[in-house]
Every structure is written in structure tokens, then in C-alpha cells.
Nanobody
Framework: VQLQASGGGLVQPGGSLRLSCAAS????????IGWFRQAPGKEREGVLS????????YYADSVKGRFTISRDNAKNMHYLQMNNLKPEDTAVYYC????????????????WGQGTQVTVSS
């Protein structure tokens, strides 16, 4: 069972990035998905999560209107689209999957990717 995050990099303020998360060893469509981030010197923060049936999506206030989460079950992947990036979005981003994981109500995720660095700077 593995999650592999990719797509991070250096982007200027106002720019966009799409992070990808490839799942292997399990069928992603049967799991809730989520993204977390951790900035230097700060605690890990839940960014977005979505239930397996698309019935519930959580957005952190700091990313509402700018970030969206999506999945491609045929490819066993999910994504984090980040628009209008700000310097305060700089962090290592982690993709997750879980049977009942939900950032909004604090239910943890079982599976975690290794993290991908996003740096927003001019």
C-alpha cells in the first residue's frame, strides 16, 4: 500500500500548481482522500478532504476559493489544484487516503504519501 505525491515546485505569488497523488496497492475509489501541509516551524495543517461518495468536502478557511480537490478513480489518483498561490502557502504537502478520514471532524487517515515541497516566492 503506497501513496506517491508529486508536482511540487517553486512558483511565483499568484501562480498555480497541481499536485498529484498516485495510489498503489489499494483501490482509491473506496477511500476518502485528503491533503495536509506543514510549513517550517509550524504544526501540520489539514487543507482539504473529500469523502469517497463526494458527499462531503472540507476546505480550510485559508484555501477556500483557491484550492480544489479531485480524483480520477480510473487512474487511481487524486489531485490538489492550487490557484492564486500566496507565500504563506509554502509548505510540504502530503496526500492521504482513509476509510473514514475527514479533516473537518478530525477523523484520521490511514495512508500517507511522502510529501512534496511547494515554495511560493518571487
Amino acid at each position: 500500500v503506497q501513496l506517491q505525491a508529486s508536482g511540487g515546485g517553486l512558483v511565483q505569488p499568484g501562480g498555480s500548481l497541481r499536485l498529484s497523488c498516485a495510489a498503489s496497492g489499494f483501490t482509491l475509489k473506496d477511500y476518502n482522500i485528503g491533503w495536509f501541509r506543514q510549513a517550517p516551524g509550524k504544526e501540520r495543517e489539514g487543507v482539504l478532504s473529500q469523502s469517497k461518495n463526494y458527499g462531503s468536502t472540507y476546505y480550510a478557511d485559508s484555501v477556500k476559493g483557491r484550492f480544489t480537490i479531485s480524483r480520477d478513480n480510473a487512474k487511481n489518483m487524486h489531485y490538489l489544484q492550487m490557484n492564486n498561490l500566496k507565500p504563506e502557502d509554502t509548505a510540504v504537502y502530503y496526500c492521504t487516503a482513509g476509510s473514514y478520514g475527514d479533516i473537518g471532524v478530525g477523523i484520521p487517515f490511514e495512508f500517507w504519501g511522502q510529501g512534496t515541497q511547494v515554495t511560493v516566492s518571487s
